[in-house]
């Protein structure tokens, strides 16, 4: 039981399966999405008593629940979170509404099935942000791999075979490395799975490097970090927009989230020994995600390879190991989900209108649909860092913790700054400005209240974040120490 004399984690993490349940046995396909809304608003209003009574002054884990799994090899259900990750837990609750919302009518076959998936992958993501027992997270990890397949292979683009089929292969190849890290831990911590007792256990610092590198490799493709990211903007393409949305919102949040959890505190002295490394390489992927999305001519995918350079703003700021740099890290994390997943979104509700991402077949679009091009600049202008925004204060954070840690590194920022501006400037004025193309013009209405509705929530985030950080940063705080302890 936790603290509210409720398994509150666990009642989240499976009602979602209870929904996916009902949808199957009703006879009507009209009737899955609103079983589908229905559910996923439940879920984010049982979500916030789990905000409202998180003690922000308490870095340990809360909401503990502890089972017996299978005895034989001490594995746990249990499941907890701390400031970190109950901020994923959060936006994994909204960011699930918002997939049923954008998918309302873009999706006409196999609707039954499709938001039965949906549902199952919010249990399945909000059970890795909750498991404290590796064995259970791995199961997790494992299993989100089902449901975006058949996501991407069923009702994506083209070519969604090849890009579901790259995306399972990629991601299965660096969690086989990581199961292997995972048994060695087990013998090497005294055959448990619990996450809270491997993190006291001291490994020789030998093992620490070959454990560091076996989480990285499914870690890093998962972030994705370059080399990693081949996978990324194929399966972000041939997407459907709730695919694009659950990819951008949590699903790369999950390798950068497995470094703070289990890296860092498992492999202290080898994250100490490698952080210059793993520094290097974020700082490519900024520069070459950023120069590569400027060649973009697809709308979706010049937003898939702007995500490269994001996350790695978002893994700089994690191996640079410092306070301002981790906090700034985990926020530019959320903030990325909310701004990027809105950008997908507006992808979504252009491509259902015009049945092409093909920049050069767009322009002028602020002439015709002005309510869709308000939302627009305001995500555009929350991407680019544009003070008052909640990217900014990301950014702003890991400029500052790596300006404190290494002025040579930080150098380097400005650039990906300019960069980042530049393609979504380039972006706004080839969308917005210039003449409508007569093959689309009589194809475009403007945004009706469903879709008015679904970019509110994302909007007053974006200010409430921008102007107002504390009211993250103050659950964050307590966390984010308790890692940088690990490594003193």
Known sequence: MGELGFPTLSFLIFFPLLGAALIFLVKKESLAKFIALGTTLLNLVFGIPLWTNFDKTNPQFQFVETFWWIPFLNAYYKVGIDGISLLFVMLTLLISVLCVLCSWTAIKQRVKEFYALLLMMETIMLGVFCALDMFLFYVFWEAMLIPMFLLIGIWGSHNRIYASVKFVIFTFAGSVLMLIGIIVLYYAGGKTFDVIELSKVQLPVNLQYWLFLAFFVAFAVKVPMFPFHTWLPDAHTEAPTAG??????????VGAYGFLRFTIPFCPEATLGLKEMMQIISVIAIIYGALVTLMQTDFKRLIAYSSISHMGFVTLGIFTLNKEAIEGAI???????????????????????THTRDLSKYGGLGEVVPIFVFFYTLFSAAAIGFPGTNSFIGEFLIALGVFKDRILLGAFLPLGFVLGTAYMVWLYYRVVFKEVPAEIKDQLYDLNLREVLMFIPLVVLVFMIGFYPQVLLGVLKDSVIQIINFLT
């Open 244 to 253: 694009s949305v659950i990819l951008a919102g949590i699903l790369l949040k």
């Open 331 to 353: 926020l530019q994390m959320i903030n990325h989900g909310i701004v990027t997943g809105a950008l997908f979104m507006c992808i979504g509700v252009i491509y259902e209108r």
